[in-house]
């Protein structure tokens, strides 16, 4: 390449992800946070500002206790119904309906509802892999009652302790009706910038954009999932680097798709 040809393009840029091993199994009452600076004093890796902590959703609900044994559980007349279409447990059906707004779709094997935080997905994202309860039985686990809170909370310590303007994030992995597979995508948030209109801005050329609006919590929860795994990897905590995203309060409910706009109901 001519020597020319360079110097005229914008500047590189890199982002890290690290996911730290060695983490404890996540109990209820377990304090995350506390775990985030253990881990970051024991790596010698401390928090530095711009920062974002990524927590996989499963040890924020399994520390806030969102475990439901469907030995427990009394199945609604709606619940049996739906069951037989979908082909599930009725106990299950049950959990995800309290768990919902509305029934989205009801076929053998899938059941996608509204969740009460808006968002759609399937089984209200609760999740019957890598749990175990305080008993013998047959345990689910539910997703945080507030993401965005529980965020919050986690965010607030982090800064305090760590004396780092960092960000926090919870992720969860849903499947996408345009998209085979599953994705990461962002189900809480403080601090950290989720969705970054570029609408007036221009491209490369001068051209004003006029429909640019870039979810960057679900792109940073896809690139956390890369490290975190999907089944057996034990790496449910991302701390990621270099992303600029750390700003004031957006929340992953900015992510949620108004009923009005959504095209696919």
């Not at 890290?16 to 995350?32: R, T, V």
């Not at 119904?81 to 919902?100: M, N, T, Y």
């Not at 108004?258 to 696919?264: N, T």
């Amino acid at each position: 390449m001519s020597s020319s040809t360079l110097g005229i393009g914008p500047k590189s840029k890199e982002i890290s992800l690290w996911a730290p091993g060695d983490l404890p199994f996540i109990k209820p009452g377990m304090d995350l946070a506390e775990i985030v600076l253990d881990t970051t004093r024991r790596e010698q890796r401390p928090l530095v500002d711009g920062d974002v902590v990524v927590f996989a959703q499963k040890i924020v609900s399994k520390s806030e206790n969102r475990l439901v044994n469907l030995e427990d559980v009394s199945p609604s007349q709606k619940a049996k119904e739906l069951a037989k279409i979908c082909q599930k447990d009725a106990r299950l059906v049950e959990v995800v309906l309290s768990e919902s707004k509305d029934v989205v779709r009801c076929i053998p094997g899938l059941i996608i509802v509204r969740h009460k935080l808006g968002f759609v997905v399937a089984n209200a994202g609760v999740d019957h892999s890598n749990v175990k309860g305080a008993s013998d039985g047959d345990w689910v686990l539910l997703l945080p009652e507030d993401p965005d809170l529980s965020a919050k909370n986690y965010c607030l310590t982090l800064r305090e302790a760590a004396g780092a303007t960092v960000g926090v994030a919870i992720i969860d992995s849903w499947g996408r009706a345009w998209r085979m597979g599953t994705c990461g995508s962002c189900i809480g948030a403080y601090g950290v910038t989720t969705l970054s209109d570029l609408r007036g801005n221009p491209d490369l050329f001068g051209r004003t954009l006029e429909s640019t609006v870039v979810g960057v919590g679900d792109e940073l929860a896809a690139a956390a999932s890369l490290l975190m795994g999907q089944s057996s990897e034990g790496l449910p905590l991302v701390v990621a680097r270099g992303t600029s995203l750390v700003a004031s309060n957006g929340g992953a409910a900015n992510l949620v798709r108004p009923i009005k706009e959504d095209l696919f109901q």
